[in-house]
Each structure stands twice: as structure tokens, then as C-alpha cells.
């Protein structure tokens, strides 16, 4: 069972900057292609960003392109989410996912796709 645990999150002004973290509790991070996704209150859950196993492939989100930054550390099991330019409908309680389905260099952002989830960290943004 693969447990995910997510930090970073916090009260930041509109431009401002976030990491958040995903730790994951596995020896073979780059099994897994790894997602983030967010939730405001009242909305749909929706994806931000993945990054495929093994090779890495990136996906974003339209409305975070240019903004956002995913990466993985493998030696520290660790997926970051560098969040730049924040604005308040950036708003949300972030979730990060893993799934071993894909292949190596695939991701998406449906949710429905990802067995495994954290328990989110909330990012406000507002002056």
C-alpha cells in the first residue's frame, strides 16, 4: 500500500510563491507516474500537473502553464509542485496521486486514473 503525504501549503499574497511537497512511501518512486490536482470549495476536483515514471514526462493544466513546475527526487521519494505567480483562484486544497498504471512516459490528469491519494494541503491565495 503506497501512502502519500503532502506538505507546503499556507496564506500567501496574489504573485506570490508555494512548494508543496509530495512525499511517497515507496522505494521505486519511478514506478509510478505521480499527479497533482486541487479542489476549491463547491468545485469539481481537477487536475494541475503529472509527471510520467521512468522518463519524466510532464503534463500541465491550461490555466497553470507557465506558472506551476513539477519535479521529482527520487533518492527522497519526494514529488514538488513549484507554484509561481499565485493567484486567488489558485485557491484550493491540493492533492497529490500515484498510480503504476501508465506507462513510463505517460500521465493525465483524471483523477478516475490514480489509485492512490493524500490526504491535501490548502493553499489560500488572498491579499
Known amino acids: 500500500q503506497v501512502q502519500l503525504v503532502e506538505s507546503g501549503g499556507g496564506l500567501v499574497k496574489p504573485g506570490g510563491s508555494l512548494r508543496l511537497s509530495c512525499l511517497v512511501s515507496t522505494s521505486s518512486l519511478d514506478y509510478y507516474a505521480i499527479g497533482w490536482f486541487r479542489q476549491a470549495p463547491g468545485k469539481e476536483r481537477e487536475g494541475v500537473s503529472c509527471?510520467?515514471?521512468?522518463?519524466?514526462?510532464?503534463s500541465y493544466a491550461d490555466s497553470v502553464k507557465g506558472r506551476f513546475t513539477i519535479s521529482r527526487d527520487n533518492a527522497k521519494n519526494t514529488v514538488y509542485l513549484q507554484m509561481n505567480g499565485l493567484k486567488p483562484e489558485d485557491t484550493a486544497v491540493y492533492f497529490c496521486?500515484?498510480?503504476?498504471?501508465?506507462?513510463?512516459?505517460?500521465?493525465?490528469?483524471?483523477?478516475?486514473?490514480?489509485?492512490?491519494w493524500g490526504q491535501g494541503t490548502q493553499v489560500t491565495v488572498s491579499s
Open positions: 509527471i510520467s515514471a521512468r522518463d519524466g514526462t510532464l
Open positions: 496521486a500515484a498510480d503504476r498504471g501508465f506507462l513510463w512516459s505517460m500521465c493525465d490528469l483524471n483523477r478516475r486514473n490514480y489509485a492512490y
